[in-house]
């Protein structure tokens, strides 16, 4: 069965996450962007609360270019957190493998999971598929596909089913773990299990008061129980 997560931006919804069901606890900050960066105080209350019961992922920003930064943000997340997603808000291979290349030297326990989106055509950025050929090159551990734009648009509604099947196929043909998320709600979960998605993420369906609101346990809980049913 995939792995249900669930994004947080603050220590105070990590218990509604939890025990609405979540496998995984995303932390970012969804002011900052689809995969913005949170603060780092935030990160090490999440994994205080969370304890080791559950995994835990940061998501480290939508990267625009190889900034220097990047490889002091992965050496100090690395070994506390079990992954660590970076956004390819980019428009060159070439850059993105550099860009790769520098979080993955930098990373010895954590596992990094390169995120593309879904929505890149309409930001020129390069496709979810060339981001898997970026991960061969660069040695990621998985791949994901979210939406840049937070307007309402979700993952199944951009990209058609083949291309997300030829995105599964080709992530597992070359040993890369696959997640999907990008507003989705409960009705994507029995498509998403039918591609093959090893994790389902979720933000704005779980939260009272839009993305930027809070997580709800009991809307956690329903996704969970989605999930259960199709086991
Ligand atoms: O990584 C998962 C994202 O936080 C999903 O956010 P969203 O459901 O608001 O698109």
């Avoid at 609405?20 to 935030?42: E, F, M």
């Amino acid at each position: 069965m995939p792995k249900l997560l669930i994004s947080v931006r603050s220590s105070s919804e990590v218990l509604n996450a939890l025990e609405g069901g979540a496998d995984i606890i995303d932390v970012k900050d969804p002011a900052k962007g689809s995969l913005g960066l949170p603060r780092i105080s935030v990160v090490r209350e999440v994994v205080r609360i969370v304890n080791g019961l559950k995994e835990v992922s940061v998501a480290i920003g939508d990267v625009r270019s190889n900034a220097a930064e990047l490889g002091y943000v992965v050496t100090a997340l690395d070994s506390f957190v079990n992954y660590v997603k970076i956004g390819f808000a980019l428009k060159s291979v070439e850059e993105a493998i550099a860009i790769g290349r520098e979080v993955v030297e930098n990373v010895r326990k954590s596992k990094i999971v390169f995120v593309s989106y879904a929505d890149y055509h309409k930001h020129s950025f390069i496709d979810p598929i060339t981001v898997i050929d970026v991960a061969i090159k660069a040695g990621a551990q998985g791949v994901m596909i979210d939406t840049f734009g937070k307007e309402g648009l979700s993952s199944f509604d951009i990209l058609p089913r083949h291309y997300l099947q030829e995105f599964v196929n080709k992530a597992k043909k070359n040993g890369f773990f696959t997640a999907i998320a990008g507003g989705l709600n409960k009705h994507h979960i029995k498509d998403a299990v039918t591609l093959g998605f090893d994790v389902i993420g979720f933000r704005s369906a779980v939260c009272v008061g839009g993305r930027n609101g809070s997580v709800s346990k009991q809307l956690v809980a329903e996704l969970r129980n989605v999930l259960n049913a199709l086991a």
